[in-house]
């Protein structure tokens, strides 16, 4: 900044007290000073507030690290309110309060060499010996000033650096000294005896001096300035005085301040040349030691990844071991220092380190401060753990995240929060297909009430960006299966370090681990059920993989036996399903086909027979024309109730009486049989009532018609109507039996009936499918359901469940609570650290297993991954034979020849997927076609397909001459 324009600009009455101090001419080139502070712990805090008040041109703060309890013994610009939040920007505003003609900003990101080009003065505090080290060297470069500074407990350390010609302009930085003259000598020197009382006692030898005032010597007024010598008695000797006049009264001696160079010296090299300025050589010892003292914390947090504990002997003790292995310090650079080092004052020093006093930091960061005027991170807990070294590790990382639910935004929380991939060159990828629903904000806790309808994928990446702005997060709505190895294929795994796993269902969980199997990638997979929860970690060629429980895997996405569903019940889960597909067959199988019919104009005999039928009567056997209003709705759920709870129970025990016996003697109503009793429609009965009322309602929405919540008046038109025809019905009945085809119970008599039944459907609108939603409980699909299986539970004497609990089931909801998900993925948290830290032995792994209800936690290590032998080959899961690509391309003759020769087997059977491409058994016309083909030749001409642009390796499976039935070889990569 010109000087000119800098004294236009200065507020003399805002810096009156400092412009006596520092005069205009420093003050206008602190107004044109930029300054960078890195760190806003307590020492920070009272850099930047005395540089603000000082009124520097431009402050920049960096502190990325969340302010934290301990901060606030020492920073006094935070409070409680600022938990969490960055130094940096929780100081920000109060900083700038302090002088609004001070630029305050913050800066965000890394300190890079480009960045430090923007400033004229950079300032770290607290911070690790690396940082300082890195960025005290990219400053002494490119001529920065540069300070580092640092409390720990009681006692500080202070570093600068401005470079190695660096002109000081007024080493002192206080007024002249000026005192008044009682007497000069003529002489050689001449002697200058001051007044009695004047401050001369503060000059010094070669103090630079000139005079004013004096009568008679007047040759010294204003003259070129005189160095002196000061003499024990106080007088000064000011130099050859022979030729002047002689001395008669008056006048002032003034001290001459004269500009400084200063070398300074680089950090690395200052580490073993400290230079300290102290009274007596017991204080330079001292200061000495404590410079050795800081080193070795230094190093202590460089081995440990952590400062040393408070009040911890065994932390203090290696600190001072640490300290007596540094290289000994030096006088110069030849020259070591013999005196030993004061090990008690190191130990007490590590002692009580971790402390941050309030007067310490005031009084080093007011030093640091006036330092400056001379020139012309949000993962503090966590790197004080695990390093800055992890730090950069696990934010360079690149993970897949499959599932948004409750687990999901549990882990996402945790990444966002240590950091995992939130570089630039890192990333985190969240995939998940699925919407946010109202049930989901109870335990989904980055979800709100507007995001309902959205993508949970895209609202979870965005929340998690506002946890931790620094979050390189992805979201895709893809959904991971088969169906997407166009998108989740090589190229995309091959940006991947590790998965994790939150999803709810066994068959994705298994597609999942057999993708990371496939590219050797590390899972961590967590689940839960209401108050158990389970947190697994599997890594390639350390651990097993991943298996879903054998019960799991027998029992997901099983169906119950038809007949057992519809017809034999035992469990509450019998009746739930079988009112689930009731809601299928008469709210929207049966209207998509009463649609399809109206659209193609065909008949029931070109339609697909018995299905089709027992489709429609349901729907058209007990109401033979359209419904025009709610009665007409209502009428047809009462007949629909007597029929299914009934007389279709009536039907049934006529084909099966409640005495049948078997062949070999065994009553028929026995074991898991349960003889069914019909029920008699009660309007009393609130189950009768709300299956009216919900069938009735659902109908009217199938056909387009206004329904009803008002069950007392429905209560009253049920008095009205007219009971159902049983012999108009009797048809009906027998069709829900899988007793006699459809050809048996309808001839061509009904059939034409039925279509003169489907033909009053064609006119009017289309009709409207219900989809069974379970999150909706004004839309009555649940009440359905729940009041259907509660009525058939009652048919066969079946314990019923409560509409939770129903609906629980059929909308196959996972029980969960938000602190079995979030326990899992601490767990998984905790394996995460592990597994981007490095290699590690299986011992250091854990799985974990808990149920919070009982307070139960176990952890244990995983297995090893099991070995497998063929003569003289070992695998495991992990391994796979791997066939490198060839120019040219391998034919199929090739390969097997270099299956035999490189590990010694004799292909019997080789696929590619279900494909057949090759076996030992084809005749050999057969081998002469498939031999000299090139592998990918034959497996797009066995396949039908072409292969994906990109695909890297080809899957393919073999079985060998020799091998045992269980033996399962690795998977062979024929690499393209």
Known sequence: MDALDASKLLDEELYSRQLYVLGSPAMQRIQGARVLVSGLQGLGAEVAKNLVLMGVGSLTLHDPHPTCWSDLAAQFLLSEQDLERSRAEASQ????????AVQVVVHTGDITEDLLLDFQVVVLTAAKLEEQLKVGTLCHKHGVCFLAADTRGLVG??????????????????EPLTAAIQHISQGSPGILTPRKGANTHYFRDGDLVTFSGIEGMVELNDCDPRSIHVREDGSLEIGDTTTFSRYLRGGAITEVKRPKTVRHKSLDTALLQPHVVAQSSQEVHRAHCLHQAFCALHKFQHLHGRPPQPWDPVDAETVVGLAQDLEPLKWTEEEPLEQPLDEALVRTVALSSAGVL??????????????????????????????????????????????????????????????????????????????????????????????????????????????????????LTYPLDPTTEHIYGDNFFSHVDGVAAALDSFQARRYVAARCTHYLKPLLEAGTLGTRG?????????????????????????????????????????????????FEGLFRLSAETINHHQQAHTSLADMDGPQTLTLLKPVLGVLRVRPQNWQDCVAWALGHWKLCFHYGIKQLLRHFPPNKVLEDGTPFWSGPKQCPQPLEFDTNQDMHLLYVLAAANLYAQMHGLPGSQDSTALRELLKLLPQPDPQQMAPIFASNLELASASAEFGPEQLKELNKALEVWTV???????????????????????????????????????????????????????????????????????????????????????????????RYMPFAPAIQTFHHLKWTCWDRLKVPAGQPERTLELLLAHLQEQHGLRVRMLLHGPALLYSARWSPEKQAQRLPLRVTELVQQVTGQVLAPGLRVLVLELSCEGEEEDTAFPPLHYEL
């Not at 539970?793 to 609990?805: D, L, S, W």
């Open 764 to 858: 009017g609108p289309p009709l409207k499918p219900l989809m069974f939603e379970k999150d909706d409980d004004s839309n009555f699909h649940v009440d359905f359901v729940a009041a259907a299986a509660s009525l058939r539970c009652q048919n066969y004497g079946i314990p019923p469940v409560n509409r939770a609990q129903s609906k629980r089931i059929v909308g196959q909801i996972i029980p969960a609570i938000a602190t079995t998900t979030a326990a899992v993925a601490g767990l998984l948290g905790l394996e995460l650290y592990k597994v981007v830290g490095g290699p590690r032995p299986r011992s250091a792994f854990r799985h974990s297993y808990l149920h919070l209800a009982e307070n139960y936690l176990i």
């Open 358 to 475: 309030s007067p310490m930091v005031a009084m080093l960061g007011a030093v640091a401060a006036q330092e400056v005027l001379k020139r012309g991170s949000r993962y503090d807990a966590q790197i004080a753990v695990f390093g800055a070294g992890f730090q950069e590790k696990l934010s360079r990382q690149h993970y897949l995240l499959v599932g948004a639910g409750a687990i999901g935004c549990e882990l996402l929380k945790v990444f966002a929060l240590v950091g995992l991939g939130a570089r630039n060159s890192g990333g985190l990828t969240v995939v998940d297909m699925d919407h946010i629903e109202l049930s989901n904000l109870s335990r989904q806790f980055l979800f709100r009430s507007q995001d309902i309808g959205r993508p949970k994928a895209e609202v979870a990446a965005a929340a998690a960006r506002r946890l931790n702005p620094d979050l390189q997060v992805i979201p």
């Open 534 to 582: 389970s947190a697994k970690v599997f890594i390639p060629h350390v651990t097993e993989a991943y298996r879903a429980p054998a019960l799991a895997t027998a029992s997901e996405d099983a169906p119950y036996p038809v007949c057992t569903v519809r017809h034999f019940p035992s469990t509450a889960e019998h009746t739930l399903q079988w009112a689930r597909d009731e």
């Open 157 to 174: 350390q202070l570093f600068c650096d401005f470079g190695e010609d660096f002109t000081v302009q007024d080493p002192t930085e206080a």
């Open 93 to 100: 505003e109060l900083l700038a309060q302090l002088n609004r």
